[in-house]
């Protein structure tokens, strides 16, 4: 049982270029979550799942989209990366039983140049 | 807007010391507060969850309160060991999906 992770754990884009961030959770919850971690900011949301099918936006989805391929996986792309989005991504799953515990991945540190 | 807010921001305590986390948040609507400790660079492991109708939640040398009239919530730690040095984060949730985070407190246990 791995829990929530992500991949890549790492990653160096310049200004303009896309990625996507993967995250897989094998708990069989039906809400996941992309956070982004900041210097004094805390963790804020950028969007979530609360099932298969349905994505909504968060505090922060700016420059960002995202996708629920299925129950176990759910996916952050940044199509033209800026500076601004130099942070750590966070992935969280939670199950709608459980008073919404949130579980979270080990993070991606991206840095934009 | 710091809806939720924990303080103090870093704390050195020494060894088994007991201590109090402390966090509180703008507005008593509430469905659960969620302590997360975080070591550094890695992600963050969930600690203790309170429900709304809840006062308080008890895991080992852990115990996290709930005051909602008050807007509060603590964090108690006994025998603090060098083990716990971490960030702790508290988390707020109006609904049954979002958390709102505080900024965290950087805690340091010395030998």
């Known amino acids: 049982n791995a829990g929530v992770t992500q991949t890549p754990k790492f990653q160096v884009l310049k200004t303009g270029q896309s990625m996507t961030l993967q995250c897989a959770q094998d708990m069989n919850h039906n809400s996941m979550y992309w956070y982004r971690q900041d210097p004094g900011m805390g963790l804020r949301l950028i969007y979530y799942s609360a099932s298969e099918g349905t994505t909504d936006k968060g505090e922060v989805p700016n420059g960002y989209n995202v996708s629920r391929l299925n129950k176990r996986e759910f996916s952050l792309r940044l199509e033209s990366a800026a500076p601004s989005q130099t942070s750590v991504y966070f992935c969280a799953s939670s199950s709608a039983g459980a008073y919404n515990e949130q579980f979270f991945g080990p993070g991606t540190r991206l840095t934009v140049l | 807007k710091q809806e939720v807010t924990q303080i103090p921001a870093a704390l050195s305590v020494p060894e088994g010391e007991n201590l109090v986390l402390n966090c509180s948040f703008t507005d008593s609507a509430i469905y659960n507060l969620q302590w997360f400790r975080q070591d550094p660079g890695k992600g963050l492991t969930s600690l203790l969850l309170?429900?709304?109708?809840?006062r308080e939640q008890t895991s080992g040398r852990l115990n996290a309160s709930l005051d909602k009239s008050s807007g509060r919530s603590t964090l108690y730690i006994a025998a603090s060991q060098p083990g716990d040095s971490a960030t702790y984060l508290c988390?707020?949730?109006?609904?049954?999906?979002?958390?709102?985070f505080g900024s965290g407190t950087q805690l340091t246990v010395l030998p």
């Open positions: 988390a707020r949730s109006r609904s049954a999906r979002q958390l709102t």
């Open positions: 309170i429900q709304s109708s809840q």
